[in-house]
């Protein structure tokens, strides 16, 4: 994450891929550390891949 480009100050703007394939579209990365997911992952959840947002790309 810290070596991807920031979107604003100090944030990134992701995709995060989930084991299950669900994907959590344009969440917010502060400090290239903190992630503003919109819930709490389940146990038998995982983080797959995390792709930078293209807001140009992907509304």
Do not use: W, Y
Not at 35 to 45: F, I, M, T, Y
Request: hydrophobic share 40%; charged share 15%.
């Amino acid at each position: 994450m810290q070596t991807l480009p920031e979107s604003s100050m100090g944030s990134q703007h992701v995709n995060i891929v989930l084991n299950t394939g669900e994907v959590m579209v344009n969440i917010t990365v502060f400090n290239g550390r903190f992630a503003q997911l919109p819930r709490e992952l389940g146990l038998d959840e995982g983080i797959v891949n995390i792709v930078m947002h293209d807001a140009k790309k992907n509304g």
